[in-house]
């Protein structure tokens, strides 16, 4: 009976011990429950509120407006044009065969866009945006937009695309933008920091210097979508900020023109108001297409401009590098007098050549011009003349004049593609060659030859600042009016009512006798507009036309002995041997305002290719100079 008891009594205990760990285990499991959904929406809430949102919402950055790039005149020569993308977030593509497949049906899209798309998702993150197509025609752009619904993870988009000028003309110093580049995001903290798809960059020109200024700031459009993807209805719309518009001094009129008249050779064309520095016309040919880098050149049409041998995407104005010729003869001459080393009356006698140490060195006039004094030497452009001048001056002389008056460094800050060519001395030579200089490449580098390397910009400001009584000026190609005024506010002081000139010390002179600025001047008006100067022939006989210049052509290999006693001509080599002709003029030659420089490549002289072509360009600018002064100041009071 007691067993029995005792059996009951132990059941009990152990029945009650169940009960209680099982009371416990829910009590546990009842606890953990309160907990996780405690977690799920307290702690967890802004997580799976995100979530939530992101099977609701969508989010699309939208491309800002480009700045815009006018003409001196409010001509747009840098615009933008609206244009219709396809878009895509690669997370929300449930079958990515599937949308190929699909999209090859509405639009173009072949196997090599295909390939490219694959590369492209390979190298972001799926949440992150990708462009399909920046380009779609509006039948494409419309049947997208009805079928939409059936597609998931794409939107189309209404955009901007930059716009340029069909001719051309203005290519080289515009620029054009393209697709950000590694390279590019490595450059500019800007660039990463904006993440747009198709977001476009300047590749060179102004559109690579303004670049960070015209870029804009981007927008957001926030909606909300169905389960299928659709947009119901728009929730939030943040506007981008339009980049910053910029006015340039080019005069796109006169810079078409001149487009015009060298697009049949290779070659530059500059001109420069001689007191502000602003260039009104810088052509380069041959030119090309910026719009069809815009949305991705094609490899056929790359190919053809990479493999064109007049190379077509140099800006010639800025890092076409050619020996000066005998356009340096006003240089050489200014600083022979300026280091009193010759006076305007010396006679030397010009027999066709000169001896020295053996080697013969030849003028351009096989029979030689005669006796002749400084004047006469620069227009009839003697080189035995300037070969003694030369050797009397010397190489380092001459170097520092040259370097004064803008040649062998960079004119523009503007444009990263520039270069500053070569003014060659002993230290130069001594360093970049490694040998000591002889006496008869001073001869030489009196002539425009041998070390000697400039570009056509730089020309056209060492005329620009001979022409303007011997200051020096800053090239401007971009339309700065605060900066403007304090080059008016400089002049001003500078001249008097009666063009009476008195000290100042706001600009730098670069002379140390001011008749030796007005004996090269007037030497230069002998060369255009007396009988026996080497660009009488192009001469313009109105008086408020006429201008002064300096012929020059340059030899880019040396001429045998065999070769001078056949007498070739330039036009009978091949192109690739032949001369470049150079020119450069002010004008007009009574109140000089504005120079120029010619470069046509393998043109052959300067007075039979380069000249006639600044006679058109001068008589075009100056027609146009009135209009021109409407838009500015009261300038100078016309000095």
């Known amino acids: 009976m007691l067993n029995t008891h005792d059996t009951v009594q132990s059941k009990s205990r152990l029945i ?39 099977n609701r919402l969508r989010e699309w950055k939208i491309a800002p407006q480009r700045g815009i790039i006018e003409d001196y005149f409010g001509k747009k020569i840098a615009d933008n044009t609206k244009v219709y993308q396809l878009h895509m977030i690669p997370e929300d593509v449930p079958n990515m065969e599937s949308l190929f497949f699909r999209l090859s049906k509405m639009i173009k899209f072949d196997e090599r866009k295909k390939r490219n798309l694959i590369k492209k998702l390979k190298k972001r993150k799926p949440w992150e945006p990708i462009i399909i197509s920046d380009n779609l025609s509006w039948p494409e752009f419309s049947r997208l937009n009805l ?131 602003d260039i009104v016309v810088m052509v380069s040919s041959p030119t090309f297409d910026p719009n069809k880098f815009v949305h991705g050149i094609s490899q056929k049409d790359w190919q053809e401009l990479i493999k064109n041998d007049r190379k077509p995407l140099i800006n010639k104005s800025l890092a076409g590098l050619y020996p000066p010729g005998s356009t340096i003869k006003p240089i050489v001459a200014l600083s022979a007098l300026e280091n009193d080393v010759v006076s305007p009356k010396k006679l030397v006698e010009c027999k066709g050549s000169i001896e020295l140490y053996g080697t013969t060195y ?26 003694e001048i030369s050797r009397r001056l010397g190489i380092d002389r001459m170097s ?42 001073t001869l030489i580098s009196g002539i425009g030859q041998g070390y000697f390397q400039v570009t056509p910009i730089q020309l056209c400001l060492m005329t620009a600042q001979l022409a303007n009584g011997g200051y020096q000026i800053e090239p401007r190609i971009v339309d700065d009016k605060y900066t403007l005024q304090k080059k008016i506010d400089a002049w001003r002081e500078e001249f008097s009512s009666n063009n009476k000139i008195f000290s100042s010390n706001s600009l730098k002179k670069l002379y140390r006798n001011k008749e030796n600025i007005k004996f090269v001047l007037d030497a230069l008006y002998g060369a255009t507009n007396e009988p026996m100067g080497t660009s009488y022939r192009s001469r313009l006989t109105k008086k408020e036309y006429i201008y002064a210049g300096k012929t020059g052509t340059s030899q880019i290999r040396t001429i045998t002995k065999e070769e ?33 420089s010619i470069v046509i490549e393998h043109g052959g002289t300067g007075s039979t290719a380069a000249a006639p072509i600044a006679k058109k360009v001068i008589k075009k600018v100056l027609e146009r100079h009135e209009l021109r002064k409407k838009y500015q100041l009261d300038l100078f009071q016309e000095v």
Not at 149 to 160: A, L, R, T
Not at 419 to 440: A, C, E, M
């Open 16 to 54: 009650t011990r169940r009960m209680f760990i099982l009371s416990s285990l829910k009590v546990a499991v009842f606890i953990s429950i309160i907990s996780r959904l405690f977690y799920l929406q307290i702690s967890e809430n802004i997580k799976w509120r995100s979530l939530s949102d992101k």
């Open 147 to 277: 079928f939409l619904h059936e597609i998931q993870g794409i939107k189309p988009v209404v955009s901007v695309a930059r716009k340029y000028l069909k001719d051309g003309s203005s290519s080289h110093i515009i620029g054009y933008v393209s697709d950000v580049s590694v390279k590019d995001l490595e450059n500019s903290e800007l660039l990463r920091e904006i993440d747009i798809p198709g977001l476009k960059t300047g590749k060179n020109g102004l559109e690579k210097h303004l670049n960070e200024e015209m870029i804009g700031a981007p927008g957001l459009q926030r909606f909300e979508v169905n389960a299928y993807g659709k947009r119901i209805k728009e929730l939030k719309l943040i506007e981008g900020t339009s980049g910053k518009n910029f006015r340039t001094t080019i005069d796109q009129e006169v810079q078409k023109f001149t487009s015009n008249l060298i697009k049949d050779v290779s070659g530059s064309v500059c001109v420069m108001d001689i007191y502000t520095g």
């Open 362 to 387: 030849h003028c351009w006039k096989e029979k030689g011009h005669g006796f002749m004094g400084l004047r006469s030497a620069i227009k009839q452009s003697c080189d035995v003349y300037f070969y």
């Open 400 to 441: 520092v004049t040259a370097k004064q008056f803008g040649l062998g460094k960079r004119a523009f800050n503007n444009f990263y593609e520039e270069r500053s060519g070569t003014v060659p001395d002993t230290k130069w030579k001594l360093k970049n060659i490694g040998r000591g200089w002889v006496l008869g490449e």
């Open 564 to 596: 001078r006693k056949l007498k070739l001509k330039n036009k009978d080599l091949p192109y690739e041997k032949r001369d470049h002709a150079l020119f450069v003029a002010f004008a007009p030659y009574t109140k000089p305002r504005y120079s120029i």
